[in-house]
């Protein structure tokens, strides 16, 4: 359902619960049932066809005659019989299919981009992180980085025989998703980057669609579909880079925010007399939890700060930084106990806020999610409001720093599941009209 905005724009509400518009013709019907059907053995196959019928309200003709068409655009296949224990002829079951059609994600950060790509039924078909100094390429250097990447990853697909279905762009920063801009990346020193404009540009299909959206957002997003705490329904994932940002999923949708920009977690002021921020502003929270601040607190040779950030892997940095500790190093344990603490402290204002079950350390805090879950807690427990405090648990991200990513290329399924005719149908199998439909959705 479309919003008005107050410029007279409309925008899609981001959120993970979506329903297809209203149906006024025969044409928007099937499109919408497509969608039904769909989902539903996205979600429950396999599964035969009088299931799909029992389930969707639609009656059997309409459901048989809507899985073929699934089945010619490449979106549905057959498996093997179902036999659900009653006597007579097993019916063939139904899955996902989409392997000739791929879903792709990108991440920039402050030092690396991120490729990762699938196919319709969830196998990876692409998981790959380079190093990449964003921050002090600045962003046309970055943007024509970016270009590169997705254009390698296009042609390694099509190699294969997979085409794009989409592509979507994680960003650290404050994004208008109508517009496919970046308005501001502080960790990136980014600002008014029309982002989506610029890789219409690129080598790509022109009718594949391109969006770009906050990274703590899409995490959240993959954290929800598929991660250590999938499915429920009120949380919140930290993304633990070198910037700290924010998705929270309430009431099993995503937070946006009236201008998309809610989440900016990293950038709440925690000490006034703390060290400035990327952004600008003094004693933000991600200078005393981001990746920069335990860098510097564990490794001050380095000089790694919030305004000049040396070029490292974030894996082989924390590498370094485990290895300095079984060592011995006291500035390690030093840099994990502040990190901690000041790790729970944030949460505390989160849990006072968004009354979450669960808060997914992502990134960074996963990794030392051992040292740090401990000393989070207990300032929680200490500054959270009693009740909703201790209903909240801390829980690390299985999905690494390729969160974000692997986010992206969800909401391009997720696309597809809403507008399965955007993939047209095989050449190769003779397309007819389709029949008046039977059933509508409920």
């Known amino acids: 359902m479309k919003h008005s905005r107050p410029d007279g724009r409309t925008e899609n509400p981001r959120g993970l619960r979506r329903s297809p518009a ?86 920039v950060n402050v030092d690396y981009i991120a490729a990762f790509a699938t196919d319709l039924a969830g196998r990876v078909l692409l998981d790959r992180r380079v190093a990449f100094d964003a921050m002090g390429a600045g962003p046309d250097r970055s943007v024509d980085e970016l270009i590169r990447t997705i254009e390698r990853a ?85 993304t633990g880079e070198v910037g700290v940002g924010g998705g929270v999923i309430a009431g099993g949708s995503l937070l946006g925010g009236a201008d998309g920009f809610a989440g900016e977690v990293g950038h709440v002021s925690v000490d006034p007399d703390g060290e400035r921020c990327g952004c600008g502003r003094i004693g933000c929270w991600e200078t005393k939890v981001g990746l920069a601040a335990l860098v510097r607190m564990a490794t001050p040779e380095y000089s790694y700060d919030a305004t000049h950030q040396i070029v490292h892997d974030p894996e082989e940095r924390l590498a370094e930084i485990e290895q300095r500790r079984s060592e011995g190093d006291p500035r390690v344990e030093a840099a994990f106990a502040e990190v901690g603490r000041w790790l729970g402290r944030g949460a505390a204002i989160l849990v006072n806020l968004f009354n979450p079950r669960v808060i997914v350390l992502g990134g960074y805090f996963a990794r030392l999610s051992d040292h740090l879950i401990p000393l989070a807690e207990a300032e929680l427990e200490r500054l959270g409001m009693d009740h909703a405090a201790r209903r909240c648990g801390f829980a690390a991200s299985g999905l690494g720093f390729g969160a974000a990513s692997r986010g992206a290329a969800g909401v391009v399924v997720d696309r597809v599941l809403s507008h399965p005719t955007s993939i047209a149908a095989s050449p190769s199998i003779a397309h007819s009209p389709p029949p008046v439909e039977e059933g509508a959705l409920p």
């Open 22 to 107: 209203g149906p006024s013709d025969q044409a928007t019907v099937r499109r919408a049932n497509l969608s039904l059907v769909m989902r539903h053995v996205s979600e429950h196959g396999p599964c035969s066809r009088s299931a799909v019928a029992a389930a969707t309200g639609l009656n059997k003709t309409t459901v048989t005659s809507l899985v073929g068409e699934l089945q010619e655009r490449g979106l549905i296949k057959e498996t093997g019989p179902q036999h659900a224990g009653a006597v007579g002829r097993p019916s063939l079951a139904l899955v996902l299919d989409g392997s000739r059609v791929g879903a792709l994600g990108f991440e």
């Open 154 to 238: 296009v042609t390694d697909l099509g190699q294969r025989g997979i085409a794009p279905a989409g592509i979507a762009v994680a960003v650290p920063g404050l994004i208008d998703t109508a517009a496919g801009t970046v308005v501001v990346a502080p960790n990136l020193h980014w600002h008014d980057v029309p982002l989506v404009e610029r890789l219409l540009r690129a080598d790509i299909p022109p009718d594949v669609p391109v969006m770009v959206d906050n990274d703590a957002n899409l995490s959240a997003m993959a954290e929800y579909a598929s991660g250590v705490a999938a499915g429920t329904s009120d949380l919140v994932y930290l």
